[in-house]
């Protein structure tokens, strides 16, 4: 098979429609248009019909155990904002205290910052050098207070898996309600609602080959019901906990989408994880100083974040500009910071700005994976040939006991 | 954000990549930028008679951006004097390789390493005289 260019392989950005799932949407954009709110004509009829049907495959995706416990979304982003600012409101006189992470999505960071202007205590727990939460640390950070532990399933950048069963264990043995941004993780590695005791869950669409634009909110229903107060205000659409007219081909894409996952995402996980390796290896088996950024063990399977010393992030992205990866340099960013995430993790900044995030999926092929694995091998010795950090390196010189002008 | 042409091609063929000798007392030597900001520049020159820059040869750890912005000042340093080449400003970088507001700090960084070498070649040579 022949490569074409440029090569995708940021799997974690966004995912292509599966050619599957958009066949089972079209027909909803012309034909079966009907608003799934209109409850006396056949349009409407049909259009609920579908969306019941996507919300009991992406239910069955994630193990819950009712329809009705899936309030769809425009995307994870307004799922995360619904979860922790629809428990806060809801709880606020039982508790003031929330419980995450460092290495959370802004949507989730962003929301707990404005609570803290509310009066809500937020705990950001560190994050040990491989990524992971430590339990001990969750362990001390409960209160008599605390209301909710919001913990994402997978980074997005470094891809590390925290133990979910076991953190749900905790908060469930506490009383303590729990959510999870499962966007990255879910279909991915093993996950279930009533085995890891998880009460909320934030997905989308678009990370899982369906359409960009719809996500979804899991809220479980019994043992314990969990309450929230809407944040969208109208006509009272998802039990009222959402309102605003259902998108439904997107809908009906989703579940389609999530039905796939079910049956395929176990074989596909091994696929992607045996090309994931297979980069890896050819990469770091050839480069010297190159430094895997996050657990191994406890990653994604299409995830390799890999930090190339000497060498900076966006100049090697722009040295392969066929292959569309993604970089934690600052000048990636519009802060022109280094990646938050790496940071955590106690990556120095020069290892964030030397960071690549290459994201495998459904559509990678061997032969991209070979192709690029070589690409990045010769680019990064040419890169570094003309690196200055490169050669002091060679000469010996300890980069960290250079006076740097910093600008 | 699109990269213009001429960053692309100063960036796949650099142009007077390489090291001088430190220690020569014709060489000056710059060295800017720091590591945890994610540019590092180190520019050298070599001035012959008559304080013409004989040659230029840079090494750089930065975007493309960077990588072109002292590509592109060594190019502009040969044959230069001294006096001309210290009057090289940041903003003849910035129209030349057409960089974005967000990429300028490369063009003065790549300005600053041409002083910085200069000002090392003028110390070299003060120190000599002096002795």
């Known amino acids: ?407 | 954000m699109a990269y213009s042409e001429k960053v692309i091609e100063h960036a796949e063929n650099p142009r007077n990549v390489g090291t001088l000798d430190k220690d020569d007392p014709n060489v000056g030597t710059g060295l800017v930028g720091a590591p945890a900001c994610g540019d590092v520049m180190r520019l050298q020159i070599k001035v012959g008679d008559g304080g013409v820059i004989e040659d230029a040869r840079f090494k750089t750890f930065g975007c493309g951006s960077a990588i072109a912005s002292s590509s592109l000042a060594t190019e502009w340093l040969k044959g230069k004097t001294l006096d001309e080449a210290a009057g090289l400003k940041n903003t003849t970088i910035v129209d030349e390789l057409n960089l974005p507001p967000v990429k300028i700090h490369c063009s003065v960084l790549a300005e600053d390493a041409v002083k910085a070498a200069i000002a090392d070649y003028r110390a070299k040579q003060a120190a000599k005289t002096g002795a």
Not at chain 1, 175 to 185: E, F, P, R
Not at chain 1, 277 to 292: D, F, H, N, Q, V
Not at chain 1, 336 to 357: N, Q
Request: with cysteine; glycine share 8%.
């Open chain 1, 1 to 407: 098979m022949s490569l074409k260019f440029p090569i995708f392989m940021d799997y974690h950005s966004t995912t292509p429609v599966d050619p599957r799932v958009l066949e089972e949407m079209l027909p909803y954009f012309t034909q079966h248009f009907g608003n799934a709110a209109s409850r006396n004509h056949a349009f409407g009829w049909h259009a609920e019909e579908a969306v019941d049907v996507a919300r009991e495959r992406i239910a069955k995706l994630i193990g819950a155990s009712s329809e009705k416990e899936i309030v769809l979304t425009s995307g994870a982003t307004e799922s995360n904002n619904l979860a922790i600012k629809g428990v806060a409101d809801f709880y606020r006189d039982k508790g003031r205290h929330i419980i995450t992470t460092v290495l959370e999505h802004k949507a989730v960071l962003d929301t707990c910052k404005r609570l803290e202007k509310e009066g809500f205590e937020v705990t950001y727990l560190q994050v040990e050098r491989d990524g992971l939460v430590d339990l001990a640390k969750l362990e001390a950070a409960f209160r008599p207070d605390t209301i909710l532990v919001s913990i994402m399933l997978a980074n997005n950048e470094i891809g590390t898996v925290q133990p979910m069963a076991e953190i749900g264990r905790m908060c469930r043995a506490r009383g303590v309600l729990l959510h999870t941004d499962a966007v990255q993780g879910i279909g991915k590695v093993p996950f279930h609602v009533d085995e890891m005791c998880v009460d909320l869950v934030s997905i989308t669409a678009h990370k899982m080959y369906g359409p960009k634009g719809v996500g979804a909110l899991y809220v479980r229903r019994s043992k314990p019901r969990v309450r929230l107060v809407s944040q969208m205000d109208g006509g009272g659409h998802e039990r009222g906990m959402r309102s605003g007219t259902l998108n439904v081909p997107g809908i009906v894409g989703f579940g389609k989408a999530a039905q796939i996952l079910t049956e395929e995402g176990a074989a596909e996980s091994a696929r992607i994880l045996a090309q994931r390796e297979r980069l890896r290896l050819a990469i770091t088996s050839k480069l010297e100083e190159t430094y895997l950024n996050g657990s191994l063990e406890h990653r994604l399977p299409g995830n390799l974040n890999l930090s190339f010393a000497f060498v900076e992030g966006e100049g090697l992205m722009m040295s392969i500009k066929d292959v569309a990866v993604s970089s934690g340099s600052a000048c990636t960013s519009a802060s022109l910071e280094p990646s938050y995430v790496l940071r955590a993790l106690g990556v120095g900044e020069e290892l964030a700005h030397s960071s690549i995030r290459f994201g495998l999926g459904r559509f990678t092929t061997d032969e991209e994976v070979d192709y690029v694995a070589e690409l990045v091998v010769k680019k990064v010795e040419k890169l570094r040939e003309l690196s200055p950090l490169y050669e002091m390196f060679k000469d010996g010189v300890d980069l960290k006991s250079v006076q740097w002008v910093a600008h």
